[in-house]
């Protein structure tokens, strides 16, 4: 775990994340927590959900609150999340984080494919948006934080529906950012690089891969999910109450 800043203006805030339960989602559930916020969040995979509300449990004293939720089923996902501002009060940070960067060659996708893919890596953050809406204005403001990625700007091969979703994340933060600022709704954007989760070394990140990365990279380490966290966390705090409408790139010095 790297060191983290402490933020004062986190500690009771309702924060919804969605695919809190494993890599870069699992290290922002826990790094809301120890701030002292009462986190809620969602993703379909309830075992690895229960394996984290045990370990953040027991580390904060704090156990977060979870909704097995399929993001795709947008009534399911809005209703996850008016689910946790009853349980736990109006939400405050909202982290649209879910993804799936599965690898796709153009002439292989289908109609149906192309609209999976848009439905859960970029659909499902304009709904949660527009969910938390009401209760951010009400409560007089919030933060929304959306999850691109470098690929949104880089184009690799073989991901043509993946960047394409996730290019329109950036077009959305901006569009947002403008729609909300009258609600003191600060909407900004992460980009990180090839963060080291344990998905990535399970299916992608070869020793050869990884070589070939810190080629392209000016600091010669690996970026952790609780670097990615630590940006998320200063987004989300009083100390950023000025910026929005911003992408933020955490990728090693790749791009």
């Known amino acids: 775990m790297n060191q983290q800043a402490c933020y004062p203006s986190l500690e009771g805030q309702v924060v919804f994340i969605s695919g809190g339960a494993t890599g870069i989602g ?7 927590c ?3 916020a009462r986190v809620g969040f969602v993703d379909l995979d309830a075992e690895a959900a229960q394996c984290l509300l045990e370990k953040v449990g027991k580390e904060t004293g704090s156990e977060p609150w979870f909704a097995q939720t399929d993001v795709t089923d947008v009534n399911a996902l809005q209703s996850a999340i008016d689910a946790l501002g009853t349980d ?10 879910v993804a799936n960067d599965q690898r796709h060659s153009p002439d292989s996708v289908t109609e149906e494919y192309w609209q999976r893919c848009m439905a859960v890596n970029l659909d499902a953050t304009f709904f949660a948006c527009q969910r938390v809406y009401d209760g951010m204005r009400e409560a007089g403001g919030g933060t929304i934080i959306n ?13 043509p529906g993946y960047v394409t979703a996730k290019a329109g994340l950036v077009g959305m933060t901006k569009a947002l ?3 909300y600022g009258d609600a003191n709704i600060r909407v900004n954007c992460i980009l990180p690089g ?8 399970d299916t992608w990140l070869t020793p050869e ?12 380490k690996r970026l952790l999910p609780d ?3 630590n940006l998320t966390l200063f987004l989300a705090a009083a100390e950023s109450s000025m910026i929005t409408g911003q992408s933020f790139t955490i990728d090693g010095g790749r791009t």
């Open 227 to 229: 670097d990615v966290a």
């Open 34 to 36: 120890r701030q002292g």
């Open 147 to 159: 999850f691109s990625s470098i690929n949104a700007l880089l184009g690799p091969a073989n991901m």
């Open 177 to 179: 950012a403008r729609d």
């Open 209 to 220: 891969a990884e070589a070939a990365w810190m080629e392209q990279v000016a600091l010669q």
């Open 194 to 201: 090839w963060v080291v989760t344990e998905r990535q070394l």
């Open 88 to 97: 736990s009060g109006a939400i405050s940070v909202l982290v649209n984080n």
């Open 26 to 32: 699992a290290a922002m559930v826990e790094a809301f």
